[in-house]
């Protein structure tokens, strides 16, 4: 079973910028398609990037040219480096693989203070 370790949140000034790393304990596919997601305050969890195996990027529109996901698949790990931060992505950012998901970790926690 597959376990999604998240880290590299923090409490950040609008602005700044922040790298996440996420760790999955076991395999994954090389052919799966990586996501991070975010989860603010009394809202739907979001998907706001993608990453195929060979890299292709996909980004939702609030962080289109501010977040950069990329993965190293031999070592089973996908990053979220967020530069330009606003207060609206303040979340608890997950990652998962898309279709199907694993079991959620707990998430790593991104407050931007204005």
């Known amino acids: 079973q597959v376990q999604l370790v998240e880290s590299g949140g923090g409490l950040v000034e609008t602005g700044g910028s922040l790298r996440l790393s996420c760790t999955a304990s076991?395999?994954?596919?090389?052919?799966?398609?990586l996501g991070w997601y975010r989860q603010a305050p009394g809202k739907q969890r979001e998907l706001v990037a993608t990453i195929t195996s060979g890299g292709t990027a996909r980004y939702a529109d609030s962080v289109e040219g501010r977040f950069t996901i990329t993965r190293n698949n031999p070592k089973n790990t996908v990053w979220l480096q967020m530069d330009d931060l606003k207060p609206e992505d303040t979340a608890v950012y997950y990652c998962?693989?898309?279709?199907?998901?694993?079991?959620w970790g707990q998430g790593t926690q991104v407050t931007v203070s204005s």
């Open positions: 998962n693989r898309l279709r199907p998901p694993f079991d």
């Open positions: 076991g395999s994954i596919l090389t052919n799966d398609i």
